[in-house]
């Protein structure tokens, strides 16, 4: 066995030579949370450098979720989509909805907008779609369904840090687009997401909500939640946002490199590079099928052979768990592809500082499966 240990990924982190002085100023200033002036300078900074113009900044991923559905006061049910990851699913359940699931589009993992006319009922008030990958979602159909049955869009963006669709960030989609900035993305604060949204009097309301309900010292306009990012991981985002486009430029090579070794691999889909989409390469999974001559499984455990870990990531189905598979939407008949795709899927290793050695090593190991 290989002695060196490759993960699935390794987090972007900032000089240490950087952090420090600005940890020094964090500790003279005595200005630990509650809209410090490191989480004013990076609201600013992301907005900027994502093209948005309103974005409030949380300490996970998964409270702007939870924050989104609260902040736009939705009811009864919410269509969503099975592969993902499960706070997707959870933001709902906590908000007391009803999740409900529609299948996938294969090329993709995204929601099929095809899939979703057919689960609107009375109830529904909203969809909630997810950039699986960081691959951008058909938001053009997405939202003509929605206008057509009066529903709010509420996109789940945790993998999609930095795209762009024809020029546009896909945070510019629907009503409101959620960002996790957790340490195993391709921009992260440690922990830390996001809510984007797109007038100020939302972004008023979401900020509110994430401060208790707090608007003043003493009065409260709504039951929220402390979800506020603090001044050591906003400076630390700052640092990391200063070098994301050359770890995404990393991330390009890598992806580069495993598409190259595949593409004549029978058994093997990975998911191609789309015209007009500046991608971040967040993920790499392939997808194993029978002509592969071994299963995922085998696979899987025979890369942990050679001390290589990668994902099965979206596996099991959100859908399969517990708290959801009682649900009507939550019948495997429903949701074929998202079934066939959870079984096949593979997330080979793939962050910035991968280095070529390793990156031969993993490829050795699917092409001769050995």
């Known amino acids: 066995m290989d002695n060196k240990l ?34 004013e300078e990076l609201e600013k900074a992301l907005a900027d450098y994502l093209g948005v113009k309103y974005i409030s900044l949380f300490t996970n991923g998964t409270l702007p979720l939870i924050t989104a559905l609260q902040a736009m ?18 933001s709902i359940w906590w908000n007391g909805l009803k999740p409900v699931f529609v299948d996938v589009d294969e090329e993709t993992g995204n929601i099929d907008p095809e899939k979703i006319e057919a689960a609107i009922t009375p ?7 997810v950039h699986v990958y960081g691959t951008p979602c058909n938001m053009k159909r997405i939202q003509e369904i929605a206008d057509i049955y009066g529903l709010k869009i509420i996109y789940d963006a945790a993998h999609a840090f930095g795209v762009k669709k024809d020029g546009e960030s896909v945070l510019k989609a629907g009503d409101m687009s959620t960002l996790s900035f957790h340490a ?51 400076a630390y985002g ?17 992806a580069n490199r495993y598409r190259e070794a595949f593409k004549n691999i029978p058994g093997i889909r990975f998911l191609q590079d789309i015209e007009g989409v500046r991608h971040n390469y967040a993920y790499f999974p392939i997808f194993i099928s ?5 299963s ?36 495997p008949a429903n949701l074929p592809i998202a079934h066939k795709l959870a079984n096949q899927v593979l997330c080979l290793p793939m962050f910035a500082g991968l280095d070529e050695e390793s990156v ?11």
Request: hydrophobic share 35%; net charge neutral.
């Open 6 to 39: 490759i993960t699935v990924t390794s987090p972007l982190l900032p000089s240490l030579d950087e952090f420090i002085p600005m940890l020094q100023d964090i500790w003279d200033r005595k200005w630990l949370t509650n809209n410090g002036h490191y989480h």
């Open 73 to 90: 006061k939705i009811t009864g049910e919410v269509i969503t989509t099975p592969y993902s990851f499960v706070a997707t699913t959870h």
């Open 123 to 129: 109830h529904t008030t909203a969809i909630m779609p």
């Open 184 to 234: 195993t993305k391709v921009y992260n604060t440690i922990e830390g997401g996001a809510l984007v949204c797109h007038d100020e009097a939302t972004k008023r309301r979401i900020d509110f909500l994430k401060n208790f309900g707090f608007n003043g010292e003493t009065t409260v306009v709504a039951p929220g939640i402390n979800s506020k990012m603090d001044e050591i991981r906003s």
């Open 238 to 254: 700052l640092l990391n946002l200063k070098q994301v486009d050359r770890a995404i430029e990393k991330r390009q090579a890598v």
């Open 290 to 294: 029978e002509e592969y001559g071994i």
């Open 296 to 331: 995922r499984d085998d696979l899987y455990a025979k890369l942990q052979e050679h001390n290589i870990f990668g994902r099965r990531y979206f596996y099991p189905l959100i859908s399969t768990f517990s708290a959801y598979k009682g649900l009507d939407s939550a019948n």
């Open 360 to 370: 031969s090593r993993v490829i050795d190991v699917v092409v001769h499966k050995r």
